[in-house]
């Protein structure tokens, strides 16, 4: 089974996420395999809510079939903690590797909650609500990573979130169209009113001026997150760290691009080559390396992630 869960995993992110993959070559193997498991079991979690495969396809079926396709990864989620013997692969994956590294459980149920605002419809108001959606579908995958790296502390772990805020806040910028074309923004209601864009409307070419601006802003908004997660560097162990300065220099080149090309940007998906990798790749390295000596900086006035309260 052990064989299988790592072929399995290894194949859902070089399929689903071809960034996140060439950057967790970079890993460490004992690293590496944690991290595309608790990949795979992201992206089956994902997927099922989306009626997706692998990240393509999206269906969109009935609230109520939704609700209770979430219920099932609940309950899953619960009984993989609880030590049940898992046939589904994505749940294996994720006992295994909250066995080994001794994942939280509210880690896993938090991200969790992200999907339950997809499946509720949730609306956005304001930056820090389309924040708090970042958090819950990305920020604490940054929390998980951070356990698996063996980072420790508040001030660590903040960091991890901030990258993992980051890559959503580019994620959105990218997807504004797409997800607009299925029903979905992230955006803030502010801002679309700001605008003069109706939410309905985000998908017509007309608004493209408009939705390029909205996507700048959102890539503006991710530089100081960016900028917070690479002083987290100082706190893994150096192979990690240049895993994750790569996957930083990789999703932040993608916003880079989004804003570059204007109205232009969802002609056809932004993505970056393997010259760009191969760059970046090479950067983070060097990044990594710096990070020895670096004199970390105060994180300054971001949105922070909700603290567990004391027992």
Request: proline share 5%; aromatic share 8%; charged share 25%.
């Amino acid at each position: 089974m052990t064989d299988a869960l790592v072929e399995h995993a290894a194949h859902t992110i070089q399929v689903g996420s071809r960034s996140f993959a060439a950057a967790a070559r970079l890993f460490d193997p004992a690293t590496r395999r944690s991290a595309i498991m608790l990949y795979a079991w992201c992206r089956y979690c994902d997927d099922v809510v989306d009626g997706q495969e692998l990240g393509f396809g999206q269906t969109g079926g009935s609230a109520e079939g939704s609700e209770q396709r979430l219920a099932e990864l609940v309950e899953l989620t619960r009984r993989a903690y609880a030590g049940e013997p898992m046939s589904n692969p994505a749940f294996a994956a994720l006992q295994e590797v909250a066995q080994r590294h001794a994942l939280p459980e509210r880690y896993a149920q938090e991200h969790l909650q992200g999907f339950a605002m997809d499946v509720h419809g949730r609306e956005y108001i304001t930056i820090d609500d389309t924040l708090e959606y970042c958090y819950h579908v990305a920020g604490v995958v940054g929390l998980m990573m951070a356990v698996i790296m063996g980072a420790k502390g508040e001030a660590t772990l903040d960091r991890a979130c901030d990258l993992g805020l980051a890559f959503q806040l580019t994620n959105i910028a990218r997807d504004i169209v797409e997800d607009a074309r299925n029903d979905r923004c992230y955006l803030p209601a502010q801002w679309l009113s700001e605008e003069g864009v109706p939410r309905k409307e985000l998908a017509l070419p007309a608004h493209r001026p408009a939705v390029a601006r909205l996507a700048a802003r959102l890539v503006d908004l991710a530089e100081p997150y960016y900028a917070s997660a690479n002083q987290g560097l100082p706190a893994l162990p150096l192979r990690s760290a240049w895993a994750i300065a790569t996957a930083r220099g990789v999703y932040r080149e993608i916003g880079i691009k989004v804003k570059a090309r204007g109205a232009a940007a969802w002609d056809q998906r932004v993505s970056t080559s393997k010259g760009d990798k191969l760059r970046l790749v090479t950067a983070g390295a060097v990044q990594a390396l710096a990070s020895r000596r670096f004199q970390i900086r105060p994180r300054g006035a971001l949105w922070t992630r909700p603290r567990q309260p004391p027992c």
